[in-house]
Nanobody, 123 residues
Framework: QVQLQESGPGLVKPSQTLSLTCTVSGGSITMLYYYWNWIRQPPGKGMEWMGAIDRSGNTYYNPSLKSRTFISRDTSKNQVTLQLRSVTPEDTGVYYC???????????????WGQGTQVTVSS
């Protein structure tokens, strides 16, 4: 059974770059038919899909975040990484890594989720 574990700094200062890592066990990030999504939930708000990467390394981004978001992978470590540049307090929330059959929030609803990691943007 695949397991996903997010990790990264819990506190980031405004204007800095947030970097989070999703470490996958129980399955390869290059396996067929799966996308590796990043989703976040700000406090008191709904889930927001940020972007995804597929088995070939192709990336897909939420247009509203595309200019600040970069998703990559390290197949040797079986990890997927999210970078979010120029963060503000509005980027505070819980960040999730999700394996799904497609990219986007709808597909993620039926996917396998990590437990999430809290990120706070504050000076």
């Amino acid at each position: 059974q695949v397991q996903l574990q997010e990790s990264g700094p819990g506190l980031v200062k405004p204007s800095q770059t947030l970097s989070l890592t999703c470490t996958v066990s129980g399955g390869s990030i290059t396996m067929l038919y799966y996308y590796w999504n990043w989703i976040r939930q700000p406090p008191g708000k709904g889930m927001e899909w940020m972007g995804a990467i597929d088995r070939s390394g192709n990336t897909y981004y939420n247009p509203s975040l595309k200019s600040r978001t970069f998703i990559s992978r390290d197949t040797s470590k079986n990890q997927v990484t999210l970078q979010l540049r120029s963060v503000t307090p509005e980027d505070t929330g819980v960040y999730y890594c999700v394996r799904a059959r497609d990219y986007g929030l709808g597909a993620a609803d039926r996917g396998s989720w990590g437990q999430g990691t809290q990120v706070t943007v504050s000076s």
